[in-house]
């Protein structure tokens, strides 16, 4: 099993991403909202501007400045190249500044993966 964790720098590609990966065969993932070191310097830091009870513009209105990065868990390495191959006809070459990055790692063991719905 594989555990791949990617980020992805444009937020606005993320339908069409999550549709790719559906195709590829990934049943699911989690998709996290993130930003990183470069980002944070960018824009000065992370907000601390935010009222105690905001409005919904006021909640909105610099998501789009955040990444998001997204994990799934694989049952083999077929399935990532899928994943990795879906991601770049998305997002374009990986080595490219402004798309993200994909990382693999090996799994020992998952537990709670498997689960029905009732």
């Known amino acids: 099993m594989f555990l791949v964790l990617f980020v992805l720098d444009d937020p606005e590609k993320l339908n069409d991403l999550l ?3 559906e195709k590829a065969g990934i049943p699911g993932a989690t998709i996290m909202h993130s930003s990183g ?5 960018l824009n ?3 907000r601390d501007d935010m009222p105690l009870i905001p409005s919904l513009d006021a909640l ?3 998501e789009e400045s955040l990444s998001r990065t997204l994990f799934t868990v694989l049952p083999d390495d077929s399935y990532v ?9 998305v997002v374009g070459d990986l080595s490219r500044p402004h798309t993200g990055f994909l990382v693999v790692l090996p799994v020992a063991q998952v537990y709670g993966l498997e689960k029905r719905r009732d």
């Not at 070191?37 to 310097?41: H, K, N």
């Not at 190249?81 to 006809?89: G, L, N």
């Open 19 to 21: 549709d790719a990966w």
């Open 60 to 62: 909105f209105e610099h």
């Open 81 to 89: 190249e899928k994943v990795v191959q879906a991601t770049q006809h």
């Open 37 to 41: 070191l470069g980002r944070i310097r």
């Open 44 to 46: 000065g830091g992370l």
